[in-house]
């Protein structure tokens, strides 16, 4: 998807993620919540700079500077018109960073924690490569570049996909095709774990999570790659 696609969405971005998801019983903000609250619980010591990569209208960067309140915060994406959303409901929060291509307009080592939310179904996978070695390069030595995904064998995963008109040209990542891409460049370690098994009927069980997290089963997966 393209900047100007990006842009004719931006606008009805909630609504349209809203209807996707009614299967599950939540709203957009739960899943931008659970992966800020992820990151916060697998980093060692809170990160000066982080990068919010492909961050949209800006769904995770109140929970960014909740979870991370003395740290700064970027976030970037193509589309103009999503950064003006962004910046409107957050005008004091972070940086906002319109990204038309590689190399990306940030200096080597520069952010300490980058997150990629549901972003890498929108790119060629033909560019993936490219995207995460220019990731790598922007991130400091002992930083964490997390990636969050659709998992694409879980089928109520794929039938919010396909019902998503802003995801109507997604190409679903793989766990095993996210860590390939990764350790293909200069990681020292990289993590799998699986998450949202359990729809809001049920979130009484989702304190059983964490120890499920290895099934490739839930409803999407991180990926955390350090540096």
């Given at each position: 998807?393209?900047?100007?696609?990006?842009?004719?969405?931006?606008?009805?971005?909630?609504?349209?993620?809203?209807?996707?998801?009614?299967?599950?019983?939540?709203?957009?903000?739960?899943?931008?919540?659970?992966?800020?609250?992820?990151?916060?619980?697998?980093?060692?010591?809170?990160?000066?700079?982080?990068?919010?990569?492909?961050?949209?209208?800006?769904?995770?960067?109140?929970?960014?500077?909740?979870?991370?309140?003395?740290?700064?915060?970027?976030?970037?994406?193509?589309?103009?018109?999503?950064?003006?959303?962004?910046?409107?409901?957050?005008?004091?929060?972070?940086?906002?960073?319109?990204?038309?291509?590689?190399?990306?307009?940030?200096?080597?080592?520069?952010?300490?924690?980058?997150?990629?939310?549901?972003?890498?179904?929108?790119?060629?996978?033909?560019?993936?490569?490219?995207?995460?070695?220019?990731?790598?390069?922007?991130?400091?030595?002992?930083?964490?570049?997390?990636?969050?995904?659709?998992?694409p064998y879980n089928p109520l995963t794929r039938k919010a996909v396909s019902e998503c008109e802003f995801d109507k040209d997604a190409i679903l990542v793989s766990s095993r095709q996210a860590r390939?891409?990764?350790?293909?460049?200069?990681?020292?370690?990289?993590?799998?774990?699986?998450?949202?098994?359990?729809?809001?009927?049920?979130?009484?069980?989702?304190?059983?999570?964490?120890?499920?997290?290895?099934?490739?089963?839930?409803?999407?997966?991180?990926?955390?790659?350090?540096?």
């Amino acid at each position: 998807m393209n900047e100007a696609e990006f842009d004719k969405f931006a606008d009805e971005y909630h609504a349209q993620h809203a209807r996707s998801i009614r299967l599950s019983g939540e709203e957009p903000d739960f899943f931008a919540q659970y992966k800020v609250a992820e990151m916060a619980r697998q980093v060692e010591r809170a990160p000066a700079k982080i990068l919010d990569f492909g961050g949209g209208i800006g769904n995770s960067l109140g929970h960014l500077k909740a979870q991370f309140p003395q740290s700064n915060v970027t976030l970037c994406d193509p589309s103009l018109r999503s950064l003006e959303i962004a910046k409107e409901r957050f005008p004091t929060q972070g940086n906002f960073v319109q990204i038309t291509g590689l190399p990306l307009p940030f200096a080597d080592h520069e952010f300490d924690l980058i997150l990629a939310a549901c972003v890498f179904h929108h790119i060629d996978p033909a560019e993936h490569g490219a995207i995460i070695t220019e990731l790598s390069r922007i991130l400091a030595p002992g930083g964490s570049f997390f990636l969050f995904e659709h998992n694409p064998y879980n089928p109520l995963t794929r039938k919010a996909v396909s019902e998503c008109e802003f995801d109507k040209d997604a190409i679903l990542v793989s766990s095993r095709q996210a860590r390939r891409s990764l350790r293909g460049v200069s990681f020292r370690t990289v993590k799998t774990r699986f998450r949202i098994f359990f729809p809001r009927m049920l979130s009484a069980l989702r304190f059983l999570e964490p120890a499920l997290g290895f099934l490739p089963i839930g409803g999407q997966y991180f990926v955390q790659a350090t540096k």
